[in-house]
């Protein structure tokens, strides 16, 4: 104990008194009040040692992890003593600090807790909190660096069983919604995000589509459901892009109008950039109604990196025939693109000139989409964007968007003479 009285004394002499580390209980994290030592040799809180061991039935240190064979608790009178003359010494301190608890020691506990299915919902609230208060530095807890953690909580939503942990029967809402949670703070590594979402056939991607169709009433679930399948989208294979379900379409689209968490709408527009170039996704996308939210929602947004977003989905969609008569049936459609020309940046410019020579050039038949174009200002973006220091490529396009319907635009007084050439 000398060693012990020495850092006490080199405490006292700081600014603030610190409540020495051996003071606290591993699993309460409380100055120990009744200290015990176990046949291990680890020190803990009296009233948290006997539920960890009676209480919850288990047979081994929550530090060490040893098998315990002998559970008699010996009472650290030392400790106790050295606790009580610290307590005199600064009962009257208002700057008493905690020193820096041990994590990993910590987690260690909150794992085993999980074992227990009375205990899952309100381990995972713990985890995240200690995981929140690192503010995102986790490098000192060994089970998030090993990425064991991230598996734990896989395992939670895909209601799968791990040695250990018991299988979730039934709709347990809070559980699933907290272990969701849990993975929205978890940083694993691309190889290791792959493998889990890629496992048995993509159960993660599953488990996670049918979150965010059961779940309707649960809006912030669904939206970590979202945030969670954006980072997935990003590391898996192509397969595991193509057969979502028209469901899974019409859920993500709700998250875009009901406009309650710019996180949420972000991801859901990495989503469809992610997805949309593959199997019938373009498809299912235009019938859950995706087009006529995306352009009220553009006619609106001012943020470059949003518009530039909407924009890309936007293109993509009106590549297939059923996108284009569904952008073309919004009175705001082609208005709300060609407001973003010249007003957003050189990736919006791209991509709306792209939209509208796609829309125009499957157009030339009717005179309608001309008129509408002309009639929103359109043919003077489009000469501006010629005339501007914007790209070859994109300058190439727009000169084509001026053939596609040249004889109507021609007759306009508004058809700038130096282009009837």
């Known amino acids: 104990m000398q060693r012990e009285e020495q850092e006490i004394q080199r405490m006292d002499g700081s600014d603030h008194h610190i409540v020495p580390s051996f003071f606290i209980c591993p699993i309460s994290l409380q100055i120990m009040k009744d200290p015990v030592t176990i046949s291990t040799g680890m020190t803990f809180d009296r009233e948290s040692i006997q539920k960890w061991l009676f209480s919850y039935k288990n047979i081994a240190c ?137 496992n048995e056939n993509g159960l993660l991607i599953c488990s996670l589509s049918s979150i965010m169709t059961q779940y309707l009433s649960n809006l912030q679930l669904r939206i970590q459901a979202a945030l969670v399948l954006k980072s997935i989208f990003e590391v898996v294979d192509d397969m595991y892009k193509e057969g979502l379900k028209f469901e899974f379409f019409e859920n993500i689209i709700e998250i875009l109008k009901d406009q309650n968490s710019k996180h949420g709408s972000m991801a859901v527009l990495a989503i469809l950039i992610r997805v949309l170039s593959y199997g019938k996704n373009k498809e299912k996308a235009i019938k859950g109604g995706c087009i006529p939210i995306l352009i009220e929602l553009l006619a609106e947004e001012n943020e470059r990196h949003v518009c530039e977003m909407m924009l890309v989905v936007l293109e993509k969609l009106c590549r297939k025939a059923e996108g284009r008569a569904a952008f073309l049936s919004h ?46 200002g359109g043919m003077s973006k489009i000469c501006l964007v010629i005339q501007s220091g914007s790209n070859s490529k994109t300058k190439e396009k727009a000169r084509e968007i001026l053939g596609f319907h040249f004889k109507t635009w021609n007759k306009s007084p508004c058809f700038p003479s130096s282009f009837k050439a």
Do not use: Y
Not at 129 to 141: A, F, K, P, T, V
Not at 350 to 356: C, G, M, R, V
């Open 331 to 376: 009175p705001a459609g082609m208005a709300a693109v060609v407001s973003k020309i010249l007003k957003v940046s050189h990736v919006g410019d791209d991509k709306s000139i792209s939209l509208l020579s796609c829309v125009l050039r499957f157009c030339t038949s009717s005179g309608e989409a001309a008129q509408e174009f002309m009639e929103v």
């Open 62 to 198: 929550p530090i060490t992890k040893q098998p315990l064979s002998d559970f008699r608790l010996t009472p650290n009178s030392n400790l106790l003593r050295l606790i009580q003359s610290w307590h005199l010494q600064h009962a009257s301190s208002s700057t008493t600090k905690f020193a820096e608890p041990n994590h990993d020691a910590l987690m260690k506990v909150l794992l085993e807790e999980i074992k227990q299915p009375h205990l899952q919902v309100k381990s995972l609230r713990k985890i995240k909190s200690l995981i929140q208060e690192n503010h995102g530095d986790n490098s000192r807890i060994s089970c998030i660096r090993d990425d064991s953690l991230f598996s734990l909580a896989v395992s939670l939503v895909v209601q799968t069983e791990l040695p250990g942990i018991p299988q979730i029967t039934g709709n347990d809402t809070p559980l699933i919604a907290e272990a969701v949670s849990l993975l929205c703070l978890l940083c694993p590594s691309d190889e290791a995000l792959k493998m889990v979402s890629q």
